[in-house]
């Protein structure tokens, strides 16, 4: 790898890991919020797996989760490479690019 290709990758993944920990701050907050997020739940081995029907229950669930649209901009940015389910979506193919927004809170 060049110097070029190799700086760009670190940019890549310093990118993704800022973004990841946005999110999980995100998803922290909601929590304590009271809000449920499902893939952090009892069934969370349904997100990592790549088998149909777990993405198809893991999908559905997604659809109730109150990060989800953060989560798609997310994952659509930092994840498209990785297995299991991100937002309700599995594979890059099922993930169209967006910009991820920033978290959002609750005016005091
Ligand atoms: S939308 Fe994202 S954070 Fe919410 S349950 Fe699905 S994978 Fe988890």
Redesign the pocket.
């Known amino acids: 790898m060049s110097g070029r290709a190799s700086g760009s990758k670190q940019a890549a993944d310093l990118a993704r890991a800022e973004a990841h920990a946005q999110l999980l701050e995100h ?1 922290a907050w909601l929590e304590e919020d009271g809000r449920q ?4 739940g009892p069934r969370k081995d349904l ?1 990592i797996s790549d088998h149909p029907a777990s993405h198809r229950q ?1 999908s559905k ?2 659809q109730a ?1 109150p ?2 649209a953060h ?2 901009a997310y ?1 659509s940015e930092h994840e498209t490479h990785r297995a299991g ?4 979506l599995k594979g890059k193919t099922e993930r169209p690019p967006t910009k991820t927004p920033a978290p959002r809170r609750n005016a005091a």
């Open positions: 998803l997020i499902p893939c952090r997100w893991a669930a997604c989760c990060a989800l989560c798609a994952a389910t991100w937002a309700g």
